[in-house]
């Protein structure tokens, strides 16, 4: 049986091959791609043909991919630069920008990083780079100083201010409004933060097919999301079914991860039973010769008079 | 003169200004982790007065109530390491040793206890007769078991925090499944 063609939507649209074809183009056309931002997609969402445009890229002319065309194709798709990868590119005869990405596709370490992740040491002072050690810098540093390393690490620094401030203030609400203790839940609730900005963007789109269209998916995918994290509003458990617990034997265990328990000093407020107990070890102490306990403080023990 | 104002009843009106209902909202979406530390007062509480426990899962129609001596017996088998209890026959000795050892499983996790007797099967039978009148008369505490299992000549139950209720024979024959007092 013949396989059947899978196409994609290409959302650029600047090559004249692809706006022929209405930005639909057959998988082969695509780079695929682990990145957060692509994740759900599993591919980045503008061809080949016209991301050789945008970096001003022509293979097709037998041109050689230079370190400032990579730098510039690689903040576009969001992959990191590593220096020995784009060495090893320099030694090989095939198309550079793909024998790039294919290699850091199989680093392990690298697979599902960012343009912010990459060795940026190696690029200040390099002129090739075609970036200023300012330009570099400027917008790592910039969203480091106002929302903090982990904020960088979680959403890179391809979205623009207004973005990042939606996503990271949206994470922090949601994380306070949730008890999200589970690592799968933080990885869906950060792609939760990205649909949602998808839906924001796509809403304003609403007049044009597509944007109709890109914002029924994106609600379907984030009411799948919320499902499956268990951060819609109905799913919030009570006390009784918090993961299953109905009894008090689990509610001990779960007490306990916490720390031990010390149970209760009697001596804090002792009843009648208490001061028996008291009263029955001062009685097996005498038998032994002894001293005997504090003495209590309703002595049952002795009469009146 | 009738009108509406004297036929208002404010405290049977929901609303965002009603104190009440408020409360009502407060503990609406309580989960475990919110109520972790009163969880923890409560174990804390009941690891020193264990027979404060059967009175707080107990109701007008529970068909017993501790005794005295009995409350005694149960706060000093949670409170010190040895206990030694010399008692007439009839007197419930059994049933109270097992309900205090069901209680400590249930209240330590991971706690391992043994009971044992002359011959393995007077103890399973001894304390399967105990821990179906446990079961009788607080329905709620068999809730707190994973499985058990009551053969001629051997009783085990497992609890759901990893506690375990077991009989053991003082025999020779015996000295494959050991325990250790600690």
Same mark, same amino acid.
Do not use: C, M, V
């Given at each position: 049986m013949a396989k059947k063609t899978v196409y994609y939507q290409c959302? !650029?649209?600047?090559?004249e091959t692809c706006k022929s074809h209405d930005g639909k183009r057959i998988t082969k056309n695509f780079y695929n791609s682990n990145v957060k931002s692509f994740a759900e997609l599993g591919y980045v969402p503008i061809c080949k043909d016209c991301l050789f445009k945008m970096m001003d890229y022509? *293979?097709? =002319?037998g041109e050689d991919l230079t370190l400032n065309q990579l730098i510039h194709g690689l903040s576009i798709i969001n992959r990191p630069y590593i220096e020995n990868i784009w060495l090893m590119t320099l030694? !090989?005869? #095939?198309? =550079?920008f793909g024998t790039y990405l294919s290699k850091v596709n199989l680093k392990r370490d690298a #697979?599902?990083?960012? &343009?912010?992740? !990459?060795?940026i040491e190696f690029l200040i002072g390099n002129p090739d780079s075609g970036l200023s050690d300012d330009e570099l810098h400027f917008k790592n540093e910039d969203y480091t100083t106002k929302y903090g390393t982990e904020a960088v690490k979680r959403?890179? $620094? #391809? &979205?623009?201010e207004e973005d990042f401030e939606f996503l990271e203030s949206y994470y922090q609400k949601m994380k306070e409004a949730n008890n999200i203790i589970y690592p799968q839940q933080l990885s869906l609730l950060e792609q939760i933060c990205l649909t949602t900005l998808g839906i924001n963007k796509a809403s304003a789109r609403l007049d044009t097919k597509d944007g109709v269209s890109m914002y029924k998916d994106l609600n379907a995918n984030l009411s799948k999301l919320l499902t499956d994290s268990g951060l819609r509003p109905i799913d919030k458990r009570s006390a009784a079914d918090m993961e299953g617990i109905n009894s008090f034997s689990q509610i001990s265990d779960f007490a306990e991860k916490n720390g031990f328990i010390k149970p209760e000093s009697p001596e804090q407020d002792p009843d009648i039973y208490d001061e028996e107990i008291k009263i029955l070890e001062n009685f097996y102490l005498s038998l032994m010769n002894q001293p005997k306990l $504090?003495? *209590?403080? #309703?002595?049952?023990g002795e009469k009146d008079g | 003169m009738a009108s509406y104002k004297n036929f208002r009843r404010p405290e049977k009106k929901f609303n965002s200004y009603n104190p009440i209902n408020n409360v009502k909202e407060e503990y609406k979406f309580k989960t475990l982790e919110d109520m972790l530390p009163v969880w923890r007062d409560y174990l804390s509480y009941w690891r020193s007065y264990p027979d404060k426990f059967i009175d707080f899962i107990s109701n007008e129609n529970t068909k017993i109530q501790l005794f005295g001596y009995q409350r005694v017996f149960l706060r000093l088998m949670f409170r010190k390491q040895y206990v030694f209890i010399s008692a007439a026959r009839g007197i419930s000795k059994s049933y109270t040793e097992i309900l205090g050892f069901y209680l400590k499983c249930m209240f330590y996790p991971g706690f391992e206890s043994v009971i044992t007797a002359a011959l393995k099967e007077q103890a399973a039978k001894i304390s399967k007769q105990n821990i179906q009148k446990i079961w009788e008369h607080f329905p709620i505490l068999k809730g707190e078991l994973k499985s058990w299992s009551f053969a001629k000549d051997m009783t085990i139950l497992n609890f759901k925090n990893g506690s375990s209720l077991e009989v053991v024979q003082i025999a020779v024959a015996d000295s494959g499944s050991r325990s250790m007092a600690t």
């Open positions: 959302y !650029s649209q600047i090559d022509h *293979p097709d =002319r030694n !090989s005869e #095939k198309e =550079r #697979k599902d990083q960012g &343009f912010a992740d !990459s060795e959403w890179g $620094t #391809k &979205f623009d $504090t003495k *209590p403080i #309703k002595d049952l | -």
